[in-house]
């Protein structure tokens, strides 16, 4: 065993005296918070992107398009639309309309874990997503001349968001905001077991014994005690 393998194992001469309270297992070190000002600088610019995230959604969405009312139809079939662009169109149009609406939604996992914090979690930004953008979908499909309900946009839109959400909008929201806690963490930490001392943490030495006196034979000799026969 080298000395430094020693050392790690608390075995070797110079290993530290770690005993009692002092030997914890240590989880890991906490990250300290943000200071308010830079998070409320982070609200303020998620905030303005939302607004003109908002704007630029309302002239794709919501303009109209009289040359579009005899070629569209509402399609509430998920993935009909999308097999329809896959097969029926060439592949630089199938990209763009697809992938168009993917992008459409990456803003929403980007820029929500920032500007709301309760919304930060995948499910959270998906349920979120999937509400904004139904109601986008029923008002253009009622109120707007050339477009029409799509529920393969809203799953596009979710899609779009929810890789948003994994590639930066997590990060984004871990660095702003403090980490949430979930139910699930309360459980564990009201059974969960309590900082134990170290496994490998040297033993306190143990007393010495006394010597035992020595036993006095029938003769009045000091030996051992004669045997029967």
């Known amino acids: 065993m080298t000395s430094r393998l020693a050392r790690w194992r608390g075995e070797g001469p110079d290993a530290?005296?770690?005993?009692?309270?002092?030997?914890?297992?240590?989880?890991?070190?906490?990250?300290?918070?943000?200071?308010?000002?830079?998070?409320?600088?982070?609200?303020?610019?998620?905030?303005?992107?939302?607004?003109?995230?908002?704007?630029?959604?309302?002239?794709?969405?919501?303009?109209?398009?009289?040359?579009?009312?005899?070629?569209?139809h509402s399609n509430v079939r998920p993935g009909h639309s999308i097999n329809a662009y896959l097969e029926g169109s060439s592949t630089l149009e199938a990209a763009r309309q697809l992938g168009g609406n993917l992008l459409l939604g990456a803003p929403f996992g980007i820029l929500l874990p920032v500007l709301l914090p309760p919304a930060r979690g995948l499910l959270r930004v998906a349920a979120v997503t999937v509400c904004l953008m139904t109601l986008v979908e029923l008002t253009q499909g009622a109120l707007v001349t050339g477009r029409v309900f799509d529920i393969d946009d809203v799953i596009l839109n979710t899609a779009g968001a929810l890789l948003g959400y994994l590639l930066f909008g997590r990060r984004l929201g871990r660095a702003v905001h403090p980490r949430r806690h979930h139910w699930w963490h309360r459980l564990t930490r009201r059974g969960g077991p309590q900082p134990v001392a170290a496994a490998h943490a040297p033993q306190a030495p143990h007393a010495p014994q006394a010597p035992r006196a020595p036993r006095h034979s029938a003769d009045g000799g000091v030996g051992e005690k004669p045997s029967a026969g």
């Not at 906490?30 to 200071?35: E, I, K, L, M, Q």
């Not at 610019?45 to 009312?69: M, N, Q, Y």
């Open 16 to 72: 530290p005296d770690v005993s009692g309270e002092q030997a914890v297992v240590v989880v890991g070190k906490a990250r300290p918070p943000v200071h308010p000002a830079v998070r409320a600088l982070a609200m303020v610019a998620a905030f303005f992107g939302t607004v003109l995230f908002s704007v630029v959604l309302a002239r794709l969405t919501l303009e109209p398009s009289a040359a579009s009312v005899d070629l569209i």
